[in-house]
């Protein structure tokens, strides 16, 4: 019974026990919906008030600022490869506190890190940090290489693994350190080509030569990391890549290039402050073109500058100081002046004249040199046949004027020929007047006298208010312009016209670059050459190559010849304006080889630091040295025989190349082979810098056959060692020949 | 102890499959959500987005394991630990300021044993559901009032608010406190008839933290107890936009911002560097701006649907203590969501708490996942 009342007890108990339980459950979960639906109510008054609010202000906290990717500005190169100028990335190091300091164990070891890393004062960046905790973009140091900055990435990622182990909580990690990319501009060769190429700053704009002239194409675009708003009015990120810019591969030989800079180099060490302090000449060029397409194989001019370090003023000392117009004073700078001319805030003034493309931005007059062109329309026009004579008295009266040749005792009679070979002014005057004020002007303009010739170069001058027109040529302009003075042409103006009557009459348009070609390497556009027109009729031009040849082998040019070789050409010696400074313009122009040209070279030395200025052979002198090592480089082989003297005289200038103490070495670089015999050493060398030493030195930037880059400091450093006692005395041989030749020339505009 | 067989009336009783779809669906959505919000984070901080996701199916593989233990482990044997549970959730506790103890992000709030990393506080919570579920049978069947009289109440309260102090005091953890005591007082009350006193006990609470807000409201603002600040933060999130109220803030502009149907799974802006950590506490914030009312709706139903079946199977099952298990277990979850959403949207101040299997945190997952190991366990007993 009892067990039995129990049981029901229980079970009353239990039933109750549930009924409460079941009650007091529904009641709590009454409760938890309650507040869930409190909740659901409070989600749904904020969503449906301050949704608009909100978004706004999630939007007006996202960070729109982009990135800038920067591109990568096109490489220049010569055709063989030979990189001219470069892009190279580089890293700045940003420190952002607020990052770093995010957790105060990570000051220790990044700060640490950056000053073992890249050298900078401890103490200093402690302080910076405690004084700009908030600071977010300080930078430490700029324009590093990725080596550099290397090590520090490799440190980073070593400590930060070290201490997200177990147990290492304590050593904090190294963060808050970026780098930003950054690309610079490098030319590794410094001074070569320097007029040519011109140079870029960080800015990426261009400033002279190809560097300007191609700027938009060497150009990419950036690339931008940025945060736009879609249609949902959400944040997307969106990485749009840089266009890496196109690149150029020049005509340049850097060869070619560095051979012409070294002997112009050695022209001006040589006469370094001879007659007036100063450069050795004002200013030189040279320029070498392939006369059948018209590309310039080197355009090199004096005094250069390093494209790496162009605005370093030093660079100035020794070039004539300007005034404030640009205008030429005379004096000579030196250290001193230096101060004051930055004082007087003219440096870019002076840098400008320093930076400027002599070959292309300067005028002169050409003199002689231009005695081909007019015998050339003489002949075109058929107003000389080359049957007629001419006498020379040793002046000639023109109009009112009285005008010296060259030989003031005259020379006689001459043919056409001898005319040309003797640089007779007479009988040059005589044929100016056969040909007449009417064919001069429009073969001056066939000859693109007076126009740009286009070439692909930033800052070629406009010649066309220094020729003679029809109404400002009377007879006494007319006979002056016939050999060379009273109107002014650029370098590259008489390169081009003369390539033309070499070449059979094809007047093409000269130029530098070659192929364009993207990032891939892949050509975006070949640049063929180009005929603009026929300058003369190509037996014309058979004929001027003889009459040139023969002006070299027989007259005024003949020190321009190398051994071994035939060439034509014609000198010139044209005195400046201000006619009473006595100072002159002396240049050759002329074609290798005699009997398939293909190459024009042209050299002009303005204003010789010389006691005795008007001399071709200054100008001679050069080209001689410069073919001497380019044909054969050019695998242009020797057709004449040379004498025991002459072949002396190629292994003296050959030979040092090969062995520095040259007085009777250079066997084996005779026959021009230096370029094989160069092949072995010098990569590997690369180079000590004063290797004047060093065995088997090579003269070329380039191995011509490998393509390897050689140092071409050491051209430049040899060149300065280079013996030219042989040279002088040739040359002092063959001034009596020049003067008596008369190369020397002088107008005298008198009454 | 006199030896009780246990029965088991029968195995072959289905258990509720409704609750452990809806968990397993809960589990997976968290696990989808924590990639989503923490794969900017990870990959800023660990280069590799999955980290957090990697560590956490970690702790959900383990949790399951224990859920499946809990399915068949004979749940009437957790009643003869009942004080063991106490006592080792409080060791547990104490032991924290041993050398054992580890400190993150400035809390000393997890022990490590060598092999394993955890909070005692979450120990701590299923050690006071076990001992008030086990004491509340005890007591009821020593009698009807027991459990009302004063010793009766003191033997229900007592221990459970040792335990909170404990965690209040040790691990400096109030909102794990908070549950502790909200899960005590849960379970009296569904154990016990009345209502008057929990309702003066709740306007007693009511008036005490309206009190307390005023005070802090007036109180100026030297801000040298965070808790106090975090008060001040929460009435005036505005003022406090760059420092104290900075994470509330962000939390109400991704909920606002998400509108009706959200910005997408994936789309939210917030997560990367606004609302920092927003795997943990947080998490439901941005469950609000990708997927949207209709997204955070859909979240809370499914809650309601948990609760609700631990409801069903507390009321149907025959036995006292595996009910009163549920009981606290169901407890345990609304108040947890409850205030997780409530802290999310600023209805209360900030306290740190997660939300139940969808928020990032090893130890919570595992145990409650075990939780629901016991009510499923249970559920096969309903009649």
């Known amino acids: 019974m009892a067990g039995k009342d129990t049981k029901k007890k229980k079970r009353r108990q239990r039933i109750n026990v549930n009924k409460i339980k079941s009650r007091k459950l529904a009641a709590m979960m009454l409760i938890i919906l309650l507040a869930f639906a409190g909740l659901g109510v409070r989600l749904y008054f904020i969503t449906r008030d301050s949704q608009n609010d909100y978004q706004k202000k999630i939007l007006s906290q996202q960070r729109y600022d982009s990135t800038t990717l920067p591109f990568k500005r096109g490489t220049i190169t010569d055709a063989n490869g030979t990189i001219l100028a470069v892009s190279e990335k580089v890293y700045n190091v940003v420190l952002d506190c607020k990052v770093m300091l995010d957790d105060e164990k990570n000051a220790e070891p990044t700060l640490t890190a950056l000053s073992e890393c890249f050298g900078l004062n401890l103490t200093e960046l402690r302080q910076y940090a405690e004084q700009n905790p908030n600071s977010q973009y300080y930078v430490l140091k700029r324009r590093i290489t990725y080596d550099e900055m290397s090590p520090f990435l490799d440190r980073k990622n070593e400590y930060n693994a070290e201490a997200s182990k177990k147990g290492n909580e304590e050593m904090g990690n190294i963060s808050g350190v970026w780098f930003e990319e950054e690309y610079i501009r490098r030319y590794p060769n410094n001074t070569l080509a320097c007029d040519v190429i011109g140079f870029t700053g960080t800015d990426n704009n261009g400033t002279y030569g190809l560097e300007e002239y191609y700027n938009d194409t060497l150009n990419g675009t950036n690339g931008r990391e940025y945060g736009y708003l879609n249609d949902d009015a959400t944040l997307e990120r969106t990485t749009v890549a840089a266009v890496d810019g196109s690149s150029l591969v020049s005509t340049l030989d850097a060869n070619i290039q560095a051979i012409c800079e070294k002997y112009i180099k050695q022209f001006n060490d040589e006469h370094l402050n001879e007659a007036r302090e100063g450069l050795g000449a004002t200013n030189i060029g040279v320029i070498i073109q392939d006369c059948n397409n018209g590309e310039i194989k080197a355009m090199a001019s004096y005094p250069n500058y390093d494209l790496n370090d162009t605005k370093n003023s030093s660079q100035l000392i020794g070039m004539q100081r300007l005034d404030a117009d640009g205008k030429k004073t005379g004096e000579i700078i030196n250290e001193e002046m230096l101060a004051q001319i930055e004082e007087e805030g003219l440096t870019y003034l002076h840098l400008d004249a320093l930076w400027k493309n002599f070959c292309i931005s300067d005028s002169y007059e050409p003199g002689s040199t231009a005695k081909s062109l007019t015998l050339a329309m003489g002949l075109e026009t058929g107003r000389i046949v080359g049957n007629e004579t001419y006498e020379c008295s040793g002046a000639l009266d023109v109009s009112d004027r009285h005008i010296r040749c060259n030989v003031r005792s005259g020379h006689g009679t001459l043919d056409v020929s001898g005319a040309l070979e003797q640089s007779c002014n007479v009988a040059f005057m005589k044929m100016g007047e056969a040909i007449g004020v009417k064919n001069t002007i429009q073969f001056e303009q066939i000859f693109n006298i007076g126009l740009r010739t286009n070439i692909d170069l930033a800052g070629e001058a406009r010649t066309a208010s220094l020729v003679f027109n029809e109404d400002t040529m009377g007879p006494t302009e007319l006979a002056t312009s016939s050999f060379g003075q009273g109107y002014n042409v650029t370098m590259i103006e008489m390169a081009t016209a003369f390539s033309s009557i070499i070449n059979g009459g094809y007047y093409y348009e000269p130029h530098l670059v070659n192929r364009i070609t993207n990032s891939n390497g892949d050509v975006v556009k070949n640049i063929e050459p180009r005929v603009l027109k026929q300058t003369i009729s190509s037996t014309t031009s058979e004929q001027m190559r003889q009459y040139l040849y023969a002006a070299v082998a027989e007259g005024t040019g003949k020190s321009a010849r190398p051994a071994g070789y035939a060439i034509g050409g014609k000198t010139g010696t044209a005195e400046k304006a201000a006619r009473d400074k006595k100072n002159y313009v002396v240049s050759f122009i002329g074609f290798a080889p005699a009997d398939d040209p293909q190459i024009v070279i042209y050299c002009v030395v303005d204003e010789p630091n010389v006691a005795d200025q008007p001399h071709a052979t200054y100008a001679t002198g050069i080209v001689k040295n410069i073919l001497t090592e380019v044909l054969p480089y050019m695998h242009i082989s020797k057709t004449e025989e040379m004498t025991i003297a002459e072949q002396e005289e190629v292994e003296n200038v050959l030979g040092y190349l090969g062995q520095e103490d040259s007085s009777e070495t250079g066997d084996e670089n005779a026959e021009g082979e230096n370029a094989e015999g160069t092949e072995n050493g010098e990569s590997t060398e690369a180079e000590s810098g004063e290797s004047s030493e060093s065995g088997n030195t090579s003269n070329y930037v380039v191995d011509p056959d490998t393509g390897e880059l050689v140092n071409p400091e050491t051209g430049e450093k040899a060149e300065m060692d280079y013996n030219y006692s042989a040279e002088d005395g040739e040359e002092s041989g063959s001034t009596e020949g020049e003067n008596s030749g008369g190369t020397s020339q002088e107008v005298s505009l008198e009454d | ?383």
């Open chain 2, 1 to 383: 102890m006199a030896k009780e067989p246990i029965k088991f009336r029968s195995s072959k009783h289905n258990m509720d499959y409704i609750l452990l779809t809806v968990v397993l669906f809960l589990v997976g959505f968290g696990l989808l959500m924590i990639y989503s919000v923490s794969s900017y984070e990870a990959s800023v901080e660990f280069g590799d987005s999955a980290y957090y996701l990697k560590n956490q199916a970690q702790s959900t593989m383990i949790g399951f394991v224990g859920l499946f233990v809990m399915i068949k482990f004979p749940y009437k044997a957790l009643q003869k630990m009942d004080v063991m549970a106490l006592l080792v959730s409080a060791v547990l506790i104490i032991l924290v300021k041993s050398p054992l103890g580890i400190t993150r992000n400035g809390a000393s709030r997890w022990i490590n044993l060598g092999f394993i990393t955890f909070q005692p506080a979450e120990v701590a919570k299923i050690g006071v559901i076990i001992y008030l579920a086990s004491i509340i049978q005890r007591l009821e069947s020593l009698g009807k009032n027991v459990i009302r009289t004063p010793k009766g109440l003191a033997i229900i309260l007592v221990p459970p608010t040792i335990i909170a102090g404990l965690i209040y005091l040790i691990t400096n953890n109030l909102s794990s406190a908070i549950i502790v005591m909200g899960i005590a007082v849960a379970m009296l009350f569904v154990a016990v008839p009345d209502y008057k006193w929990f309702v003066a006990i709740g306007a007693a609470g009511v008036a005490a933290v309206a009190a307390l807000v005023i005070a802090v409201s007036n109180a100026d603002a030297t801000g040298s107890n965070f808790r106090l600040a975090r008060i001040q933060a929460w009435l005036d999130p505005e003022s406090y936009s760059t420092d104290r109220a900075f994470q509330t803030l962000q939390a109400l502009y991704a909920i606002g911002s998400g509108g009706i149907w959200g910005k997408g799974l994936g789309q939210s802006m917030q997560k990367r560097g606004f609302l920092p950590e927003a795997q943990n506490d947080m998490i439901f914030s941005i469950i609000c701006e990708e997927l949207g009312l209709f997204g955070a709706f859909t979240i809370i139903l499914l809650f309601v649907v948990l609760i609700w079946s631990c409801m069903v199977i507390a009321n149907k099952t025959m036995d006292r203590f595996g009910s009163l298990l549920v009981v606290g277990v169901m407890a345990h979850y609304a108040i947890q969501v409850i205030l997780n959403i409530a802290v999310v949207t600023n209805t209360i101040p900030n306290t740190g708490i997660t939300l139940p299997f969808i928020s990032y945190g090893g130890t919570s997952t595992l145990f409650l996942l075990m939780e629901i190991g016991i009510v499923l366990n249970v559920s096969k007993y309903c009649r």
